[in-house]
């Protein structure tokens, strides 16, 4: 159980093209969903949480209107990347937490979204 | 600050027994994660301690003193698979996971 299926898993785009991503818990309700972005060699960076029916919440330095979170339903969450630039290039990875559970159980990890911008 | 630290990169030969450290001060403390992540792969979970003492999961356990603000992953019979970067990450008393930035592990026949 507990699976999270992210789509795409590789995109190449040309600057200034929007991207979209996909997360989705398949077999639980997800009422958080965690986006990250992760550069080669360092770890995870949480950019936003995103919570079912209302506004992400961003870390600070992430820029809103560039990535824009919407969590529409308690089995999906989107990132868009907008108008996206080389330097967005970077590996985008999304969790979920099971609604159910207590805040103690682990994050479901999607595939991960493996971003290039020429 | 938060931090959390852990050593950069380790390196081990097969058969044998690894320990990573990890070390954290945070704002609190609701537990903490152990994930595993292979190269260009997610993370996967491995283990989660809130209280002190020894986790026991197969070949993998984790250990946590939360008076020392210590934890470590203790992996034996070590396999060519195990070679992946391993990742501590506390949540702290707002429910907010910081992680540390990983260690490399290296597994050598």
Known sequence: GAVVSQHPSWVICKSGTSVKIECRSLDFQATTMFWYRQFPKQSLMLMATSNEGSKATYEQGVEKDKFLINHASLTLSTLTVTSAHPEDSSFYICSARDGRDTWSQPQHFGDGTRLSIL | ?109
């Open chain 2, 1 to 109: 600050g938060q931090n959390i630290d852990q050593p950069t990169e380790m390196t081990a030969t097969e058969g044998a027994i690894v320990q990573i450290n990890c070390t954290y001060q945070t704002s609190g403390f609701n537990g903490l994660f152990w994930y595993q992540q292979h190269a260009g792969e997610a993370p996967t979970f491995l283990s989660y301690n809130v209280l002190d003492g020894l986790e026991e999961k197969g070949r993998f356990s984790s250990f946590l003193s939360r008076s020392k603000g210590y934890s470590y992953l203790l992996l034996k019979e070590l396999q060519m698979k195990d070679s992946a970067s391993y990742l501590c990450a506390v949540m702290d008393s707002n429910y907010q996971l910081i992680w540390g930035a990983g260690t490399k592990l290296i597994i050598k026949p």
